[in-house]
């Protein structure tokens, strides 16, 4: 298959508002190719490349683009592909160089179109509203499935892609078998927010509380003594976390799949800001001395799998008792199941006191639904804080010359795939975070208007706000009231921020 068929896909959907029309498209695209061109094709349409980060910023593509287009078409989905992995694998002195002229070269054979397909696809800057919610639907209308059959595969997988390919190929079957396997991590189960402890428990009755402890999501993989250790963007983080690995080989089971929360804990037991847990888990080097300095806390709260039997299905009640047979009391997050809420709220303030978030309220009847935000987890906090996306950012001025600060909020838009701007904040940035985010967003450039830097949508940083209001200002008709930065969240990627209904919501709630 051509790329001009991938580009021309993009463009129609990006030209169509309705969900079903965007969906028939993208089937048709992937009803004409092969399964391992789809595969190429659906990674490159929910925003991704197959080989990840391949050294390319954007001054890189910027240099390549003064290639003369050509006038026909002619490069193949694997044509490119083929280049993107050659552009990858280049090390070594002259690299950057090296990959810059192979992008040309890929440049030179590519269409005006086809060229700015490619560069907003090295960006991260598509937007045609094929997010993978609408990308999974796809490929279930081109393989003749049920689109739950392959939402849920995907999610399990972890991989879109992977099961696309096996969908066309080996259609109802070769989906089923995507079942949890170790050391192939599979997307989180998430919760949705709720208004206070009076709603959730008037939405679940009866339901399990555990404190929302201020960590980062870890899921732990062991078979025989092979523990491996992953981030809730299933990056393998291993090395990074060997007290993680020695309490899983530890316990009593052959193998096992655990979910749950690591936290770097103060030496009077309460949670150290997020920044000094997430410090663990980015390091490789000296971890024996981070380790004595720095050490990591374990808090699990759901197990997907025990000795060869998957236990994403059963119910949460059953799940819960088969981790307190195995699990140590220090291993198990702080939990209550009560129908009162009375007790429900003494236990989020006991939560509070001890330095948490708050509560994550859980049906005790639910399965385990990775990687979905559905009604059957209900997160608690007394204040309220959002996921949000960079967009831009400005120069500062002052004594934060030289400092990217005032920064451009946006949440996401699940009907186009973009994102809708919310207003700006530069409060609650520390010199360090300053300097920090001043380096990740130059990385991520992709051009300049006067004093402002626009940036891909990769960065979530969470906001504390004192209220939405209308705003005729912004396309969303609604901003943030006294917004400020609480932190990044780097254990989070755009696909994860708030959405701009979310936004709406509030605002509705406390109008």
């Not at 790329?3 to 965007?22: F, H, I, P, Q």
């Not at 195995?326 to 236990?347: H, S, Y």
Request: net charge neutral; proline share 5%; charged share 25%.
């Amino acid at each position: 298959m051509n790329l001009d068929a991938v580009v021309r896909a993009s463009r129609d959907t990006g030209e169509v508002s309705a969900r079903n029309r965007k969906i028939a498209r993208l089937a048709d695209l992937l009803s004409e190719a092969s399964p391992d061109e789809a595969a190429i094709a659906v990674s490159w349409l929910i925003g991704e490349l197959p080989q990840g980060r391949i050294g390319l910023g954007p001054a890189a593509v910027r240099d390549a683009r003064d290639a003369q287009a050509v006038e026909t078409p002619e490069l193949t989905i694997r044509d490119v592909d083929d280049a993107f992995g050659r552009i990858a694998a280049i090390a070594g002195q002259g690299s950057a160089r090296a990959r810059v002229q192979a992008l040309r070269d890929l440049f030179a054979r590519a269409t005006t179109a086809e060229q700015e397909f490619l560069a907003r696809l090295i960006y991260g800057e598509l937007r045609h509203g094929a997010l993978e919610g609408v990308m999974a639907d796809a490929v279930a209308r081109a393989a003749g499935l049920p689109p739950a059959d392959v939402r849920r595969a995907a999610q399990i997988a972890g991989s879109l892609c992977d099961v696309a390919r096996a969908a066309l190929a080996g259609g109802a079957a070769a989906v089923a078998a995507f079942g949890i396997r170790l050391f192939r991590p599979l997307q989180p189960m998430l919760a949705s927010p709720a208004d206070d402890m009076h709603d959730a428990m008037s939405r679940l009755e009866h339901a399990a509380l555990d404190y929302k402890v201020d960590g980062a999501r870890v899921q732990v993989h062991r078979s025989g003594d092979d523990v491996r250790v992953y981030t809730r963007r299933l990056n393998e983080i291993t090395p990074a976390v060997p007290e993680i690995v020695e309490a899983v080989r530890a316990l009593p089971v052959r193998d096992i799949v655990l979910d749950g929360e690591a936290i770097a804990l103060r030496p009077n037991g309460g949670p150290a800001p997020f920044q000094v847990t997430m410090s663990r888990f980015g390091s490789r080097v000296d971890v024996d001395r981070l380790r004595t300095e720095t050490p990591l806390s374990t808090f699990f709260f759901d197990i997907l799998q025990l000795d060869g039997e998957s236990l994403l299905d059963t119910q949460t009640t059953t799940r819960f008792a088969a981790m307190h047979q195995i699990l140590p009391e220090p291993l198990l997050i702080p939990r209550i199941v009560t129908g009162d809420v009375a007790e429900a709220e003494a236990f989020m303030r006991r939560a509070k006191a001890a330095g948490h978030e708050g509560v994550v309220a859980k049906s005790l009847d639910a399965s385990y639904d990775a990687g979905r935000r559905g009604r059957a987890w209900l997160k608690v906090k007394e204040a309220d804080t959002l996921d949000l996306v960079v967009l831009a950012a400005e120069w500062g001025n002052g004594r934060r010359q030289g400092w990217l600060s005032n920064l451009h909020l946006g949440a996401r838009d699940p009907a186009n795939g973009g994102f809708v701007m919310l207003g700006k904040t530069f409060k609650g940035l520390t010199d360090e975070v300053l300097e920090w985010q001043t380096r990740e967003l130059l990385a991520r450039e992709i051009g300049r208007d006067r004093h402002i830097v626009h940036v891909r949508p990769e960065l979530v940083v969470e906001i504390a706000f004192e209220g939405v209001q209308s705003s005729p200002r912004y396309p969303g008709g609604v901003a943030l009231r006294f917004a400020r930065v609480k932190r990044y969240r780097s254990d989070k990627t755009a696909a994860h921020a708030d959405t701009i209904d979310r936004v709406r919501a509030i605002h509705v709630s406390t109008t």
